[in-house]
């Protein structure tokens, strides 16, 4: 009997440190069954959840972001912004989001009027001062809309910066969410006011000469030139999707903005290329529509 017992307890022994020596293993060589997160799982281990309610709202970007020629000639007109604005005709991301009363204390814009994505981390900089739950990003028209195709800015730097204005956001404000829009097709806005001699010569004063210049020249190198701009915008937006995949909080808008058929009855009427107040509307829906879903475009 006592011999028996003995070998009970050595089995139970030797039993014992087998399934410490796996556990230690399982441990050191972090083997899992490839499954999503398990209840009771550290939380650094789980991808943070998207927010579809957001408590606040940031803005940074360009001149559409500031409603440029939306109510007046050459001036920024924030109210009608599709991200902040105030304008109910608009009905902006913001006052979808929180409710018109809310728009004035729990919004921002630090969008700028000609600013490129070199100027992206000042802008991200200062909104993330205020920890927003939600920064809606609009920059890339002005990287291409410039004197010349030539100058345009490089797809290398567009992505460097880019990805400094990111970091720099982590940084500061590591939980706040970030929506991308996509670059609207510059050309496609080209074919809606080169016919129009008021636009032409508004056009005249220096709005995107890459794209504009010349409108009604139909040779060789002006049609070159053009598609050279749209593609460097198709460039633009694929820096945009990619470097915003690596972000669990950003989501970029699958292209929706680049993509919407943009008509007379969305642009301004000082220069038929910013949008107008319809516009505007149009770019708050789209937005809209792509925070609060469940899933990101795929």
């Given at each position: ?5 003995a070998r009970r307890r050595v089995r139970r022994t030797v039993t014992g440190v087998g399934v410490a020596a796996a556990v230690l293993a399982a441990t050191v060589t ?237 642009l301004s009427h000082w220069d038929w290329f910013h949008p107008g107040r319809d516009g505007q509307a149009r770019l708050a829906e789209l937005a ?11």
């Amino acid at each position: 009997m006592r011999t028996t017992v003995a070998r009970r307890r050595v089995r139970r022994t030797v039993t014992g440190v087998g399934v410490a020596a796996a556990v230690l293993a399982a441990t050191v060589t972090g083997c899992d069954d490839g499954g999503p997160p398990k209840a009771g799982e550290r939380g650094a281990q789980a991808k943070p959840r998207w927010n579809p309610a957001p408590a606040s709202v940031a803005a940074v970007g360009d001149s559409i972001t500031r409603g440029f020629d939306a109510c007046s000639v050459l001036a920024d007109c924030p109210e009608v912004s599709w991200a902040t604005g105030s304008d109910p005709t608009v009905n902006s991301l913001a006052a979808r989001l929180l409710g018109e009363a809310q728009v004035p204390a729990r919004s921002w814009n630090y969008a700028v009027t000609g600013s490129r994505m070199a100027d992206l981390p000042g802008q991200l900089a200062e909104a993330a001062e205020h920890k927003p739950g939600l920064v809606t990003v609009m920059v890339g028209s002005n990287d291409a809309c410039r004197p010349t195709a030539s100058s345009m800015t490089s797809v290398a730097d567009f992505r460097a910066q880019f990805e400094q204005a990111l970091k720099g956001l982590r940084a500061a404000s590591p939980e706040s969410q970030v929506y991308v829009s996509s670059v609207p097709d510059l050309q496609r806005l080209w074919e809606q006011g080169k016919d129009i001699p008021m636009v032409r010569q508004v056009w005249k004063l220096g709005i995107c000469q890459s794209m504009l210049a010349e409108p009604l020249a139909a040779d060789t190198g002006a049609t070159a030139r053009r598609e050279k701009v749209r593609a460097r915008v198709v460039e633009y937006n694929e820096v945009l999707r990619q470097v915003c995949a690596a972000d669990a909080l950003c989501r970029y808008d699958g292209g929706a903005v680049f993509q919407y058929p943009f008509g007379a009855e969305q642009l301004s009427h000082w220069d038929w290329f910013h949008p107008g107040r319809d516009g505007q509307a149009r770019l708050a829906e789209l937005a809209h529509r792509q925070v609060t879903a469940a899933e990101p475009p795929r």
